[in-house]
Nanobody, 120 residues
């Protein structure tokens, strides 16, 4: 069993910054991918940024050069630094983590979501 706890979402003005955090806990042996997705009202969930164990990153075109994903392996925590926020970034942001549990089974877990609202 893996639990993901997200934090950092709030109301921010256009042009502002936020940092989201997602901490994974449980019987985790290793993590090979961590990422952030978002879902705006009436839209499908979409990938925002992903980070693999090989430090490869992948960003949605709409957030490139504004958002940065990073990871603290010692804390099993992934961060999303969001700068120059726009109203269209408003969404519920979800953390996703993939890896292996002790015993060898895979896991693919989602956080509960954190609301980011960009508005003046």
């Amino acid at each position: 069993q893996v639990q993901l706890v997200e934090s950092g979402g709030e109301l921010v003005q256009p042009g502002g910054s936020l940092r989201l955090s997602c901490a994974a806990s449980g019987s985790i042996s290793s993590i090979y991918a961590m990422g952030w997705y978002r879902q705006a009202p009436g839209k499908q969930r979409e990938l925002v940024a992903a980070l693999s164990s090989g430090r490869r990153t992948n960003y949605a075109d709409s957030v490139t050069d504004r958002f940065t994903i990073s990871r603290d392996n010692t804390k099993n925590t992934v961060y999303l630094q969001m700068n120059s926020l726009k109203p269209e970034d408003t969404a519920v942001y979800y953390c996703n983590t993939k890896g292996f549990l002790y015993g060898g089974s895979r896991f693919d877990s989602w956080g509960q979501g954190t609301q980011v609202t960009v508005s003046s």
